[in-house]
């Protein structure tokens, strides 16, 4: 229910993931860091969704479960809560993957890191 919008307000969070996974063989021990930012930002997200959306979330979660998953049958409930988001978080169902910044080809990882760690430095737990 909430994979769409999760998906965009963590999209820096797990592209610099998928980069450092990509750059270091897949190898998920050499990028804790990254995939730390993922867990934190999911978090934040999500205490923020409960906290301010909670009725609409539940009544949308409940819709689908209740519908095989079929999202055709919710949509009543699914503009509750995507209004609700939207006013809530900023962040609507819209997707935007391949509109937003592109790390460029020669960029490494780590250049990537430093760039969205001093815009993250509130996520990031020393």
Request: aromatic content about 12%; charged content about 30%; overall charge positive.
């Given at each position: ?10 999209k820096?969070?797990?592209d610099?993931?998928?980069?450092c ?13 990254e995939g ?8 934040m997200?999500?205490?923020?969704v ?27 409930t699914?503009?509750e ?13 819209e997707?935007?993957?391949?509109q937003?910044?592109q ?13 969205f ?10």
């Amino acid at each position: 229910a909430v994979a769409d919008h999760l998906g965009q307000a963590c999209k820096d969070a797990n592209d610099l993931y998928m980069l450092c996974r990509n750059d270091t063989g897949a190898d998920p021990r050499k990028c804790l860091r990254e995939g730390q930012l993922v867990t934190n930002c999911t978090k934040m997200f999500m205490d923020k969704v409960y906290k301010e959306c909670k009725m609409p979330f539940a009544r949308y979660t409940t819709c689908l479960d209740l519908n095989s998953r079929k999202h055709q049958f919710c949509r009543t409930t699914q503009i509750e809560f995507d209004k609700c988001v939207l006013e809530k978080t900023g962040v609507s169902r819209e997707f935007t993957w391949f509109q937003d910044k592109q790390v460029p080809p020669h960029q490494t990882w780590p250049e990537a890191f430093r760039e969205f760690k001093s815009d993250f430095v509130n996520v990031i737990k020393h």
